[in-house]
């Protein structure tokens, strides 16, 4: 769910940012707008739409004699709808670090005959990764920390993670304290550890770079794909 959460949101960020998309400032405000969807509603829709039997789109599906069924209450669909809805949340984070106005390297490769989408894949991106590794970190805490969706789409399939088998450790009778004592202490021990990487990640981000008296980033043109 990171993973994927991290990949689209640098993907929207740069198409947003560094491209001629039509309408991309309205497009960067949609993107956004399901950060302030509560996960749990997220969870919840997703049920509506794609629940094995009464979901809206297995009986579209159906309809269309389309020899394909969605599974929601699964693994799969854990992981799916915690990386659509913390997308958002990468986006807003890697969008800075990639609309930043061009730097030196970027100039002077640009002077040298470079395009802009070599510049892009040889320039900027290594200069965003610790930026992206940082948000990978940041999303995985979330996604690890989360109740609200595996506890919607996973507990009725006993699909258990960590925040699921505290909850279930603590509801119990008589309360495991051992075990939820374990669990508790094992899902800390991770966050903090993550915590820490992501601050390192994040400081070797903000190392010095030397920008140039240029007031935007490097546009590349999309050209037939614009449309």
Do not use: C
């Not at 991309?24 to 039997?53: G, K, M």
């Amino acid at each position: 769910a990171a993973a994927g959460s991290t990949f689209f949101g640098t993907a929207l960020a740069w198409l947003t940012s560094r491209t001629d998309l039509p309408g991309r400032r309205l497009f960067a405000i949609i993107v956004v707008v399901p950060f302030f969807i509560p996960l749990v509603v997220t969870a919840l829709a997703w049920t509506l739409v794609s629940a094995n039997e009464s979901g809206l789109l297995n009986r579209a599906l159906r309809a269309l004699d389309i020899p394909l069924q969605l599974n929601v209450y699964s693994t799969a669909g854990i992981i799916v709808v915690l990386a659509i809805g913390l997308t958002p949340v990468a986006y807003l984070l890697v969008r800075d670090a990639i609309a930043e106005p061009a730097t030196e390297q970027e100039e002077a490769a640009l002077v040298s005959g470079a395009s802009a989408g070599r510049v892009t894949f040889l320039v900027t991106l290594p200069r965003v990764l610790p930026t992206i590794g940082a948000t990978y970190l940041i999303i995985l805490v979330l996604a690890a920390s989360n109740f609200s969706v595996p506890g919607v789409l996973g507990m009725s399939r006993r699909i258990d993670v960590l925040s699921t088998q505290i909850y279930v450790a603590v509801n119990s009778y008589p309360v495991s304290y051992p075990r939820v004592s374990i669990v508790a202490l094992t899902l800390i021990v991770l966050l903090i550890g993550l915590l820490i990487l992501q601050r390192r990640l994040e400081t070797r981000a903000k190392a010095s770079v030397q920008h140039v008296g240029r007031s935007e980033s490097i546009v590349w043109a999309l050209g037939a794909w614009r449309w």
